[in-house]
Structure formats: C-alpha cells, structure tokens
C-alpha cells in the first residue's frame, strides 16, 4: 500500500521551452519498483507509488535528455535490484548510485561497477531513517576508494555543521545533494550556505547538485525564489556543478511539480550555452564517464 498523502508522479509534463544541450544528463533520478518485482524494503519509512524504468526512460526521452544517473532511495533499503535493472536495460547512457552496508564485499562492487555504478550515497536524513555511525561510513568508503567511485551525500542544512569535519575527511569526491538543502528564503546570507559553499571553494573534491527547487522553494512554481542560492553555487564553482530532475520526485505532498517546467528553471537559472554546456554536458561526463 502507497503511504498516504504522497502523491504520484505529473502524469504528463510539459515539453521544455527550449531544447537542452545535445548530450544532456539528468544527473539525479530514481526507478521505484513496481513492488509486485522489486518489493519495498520492510523498514522503509514510507512506500511510494510505483515509478517504473520504463516510464522514467519515456520521461527522459520526452524531455530531451540522453543520459541520466539513477540514485538508490530510501524506499529499496540496500537491495539495489530495480536500479540494476535499469541500468542493464538503459546501457551506458546511463550510471548509478548504490546504496549499500558496510558489510558489502568486492565481488557485488566489481559487479555494480560494471553494470555503471560509479557511487555509493549516504543518507543522514533522520525523517528517512538515515544517519548511521560514522564507522559504518568509513568502512564503506575503504572498500569503494579501489574502484574510483565518488559518494553522495543527503542531509537537512541544520546538520551539516556537524557532518562537516566527516566530509573533509573523506579521500573521494563528495557530492552534495539538492544543493545541501538550505533555507532558499534567507538566500546567501544563511549560515548552511555559507558553509557549504566554503567546503566547495576550500577543496575540488566538493560537488553539488543545483536540483529540487520544488522542495526548496517557498514561493512554489515556478521556483524562481531558488535561483539566488543556484546562482551562488555557481558563480563559485561552476566547473562542479550538477543537475537533475529528482524525478519522480519522492515524499513530495503539497505539489506534485511538472518535469517539463523544472527543464525551463535550469535553462533560466544557467543562462548562457556555456554554463548550460558545463553543467549538464561536461560536468556529468567528467565524474561520470570518465572510463
């Protein structure tokens, strides 16, 4: 049963205003399901509607989007099955992100690597049941740093003054979510912006995706009140910046946001070809598809 309150995916989204960049990546996405194949993990703190590989795949093509990076949730706990699956059937047009326990051995990595995994995430989201011992983390690390692989990070704003010492340490390339989730309404002047921002200009080791203003946003569609905080970012480190839909967009219960319209925020918010070249074309290629 679908938690309640939770609503599905825009069942029809708008074609984008102008046409992306040929080679455009999506570079946060996920498949969920359907549970009937890939069940939902027993502790999940919610059950989202199904959203299937291939209605992503159609999504993606409606969009004009070429390539895309999967990312594990929540809701599938550490059985990556349904994202593997997508990924075997999308190709090399397509990456992914694990989610996985410290206990994890070389032969399921070497595995996920050659199916496209290029990172594993980690979820400090206590509402999503995330935040586990930081030993849990560093021995995952340990075991992903052979292979090349990057991790990436979700969190609330009000806690990365405490994860900040744990992410300088770490030896890979850390990426950052959602654009760490900080409070859009104060702009550049809040102290979780600033702070992220210094981790991102102090070491190139630091990435960050300028994605989910629908979750950011207090003005609602069509977001324009985040791009102070996007443009912020990259002005700073444009040569590290990333984007992507979310779709289908979880735990989202106020407003269900159209894919098509958050194409037309990206190419308002990067506003030459340039910036768009980098961020959706070069950028993912670079941390991505380097091999």
């Not at 049963?1 to 989204?13: E, I, R, S, W």
């Not at 300088?168 to 550049?188: F, I, K, L, S």
């Amino acid at each position: 049963m679908v938690t309640p309150g939770f609503l599905a995916f825009h069942p029809d989204p708008k074609k984008p205003d102008q046409a992306l960049p040929q080679n455009a990546c999506d570079s946060h996405c996920h498949v969920f399901g359907p549970g009937a194949v890939f069940p939902y993990a027993p502790g999940s703190t919610y059950v989202p509607v199904d959203a299937p590989k291939e209605t992503l795949f159609q999504r993606h093509r409606h969009l004009g989007i070429s390539r895309a990076v999967i990312v594990q949730a929540s809701c599938h706990g550490t059985d990556n099955a349904a994202m593997l699956d997508a990924l075997r059937t999308a190709g090399s047009a397509y990456r992914g992100i694990v989610v996985v326990a410290d206990d994890v051995d070389e032969n399921e990595l070497t595995g996920m690597h050659a199916c496209g995994v290029r990172g594993v995430r980690f979820n400090f989201v206590k509402r999503l049941g995330g935040g586990k011992p930081l030993a849990v983390y560093r021995t995952i690390l340990a075991r992903i740093k052979p292979l090349g692989w990057h991790i990436v990070v979700y969190f609330d704003a009000e806690d990365l003054e405490e994860l900040a010492n744990f992410l300088r340490e770490v030896e890979v390339p850390v990426v950052v979510d959602h654009m760490g989730r900080v409070p859009v309404e104060q702009g550049t002047d809040s102290k979780p912006y600033r702070l992220l921002q210094k981790l991102l200009i102090d070491d190139d080791k630091f990435w960050v995706k300028i994605s989910c203003p629908e979750r950011l946003s207090r003005a609602g569609p069509p977001y324009a009140d985040v791009d102070p905080v996007a443009r912020g970012f990259l002005e700073s480190v444009p040569e590290r910046v990333l984007w992507g839909t979310d779709w289908p967009h979880p735990n989202m219960k106020s407003h269900m946001p159209d894919d098509g319209a958050l194409v037309d925020r990206i190419m308002t918010i990067c506003d030459t070809e340039t910036l768009r070249q980098q961020v959706l074309v070069d950028n993912p290629t670079r941390l991505y598809w380097a091999d």
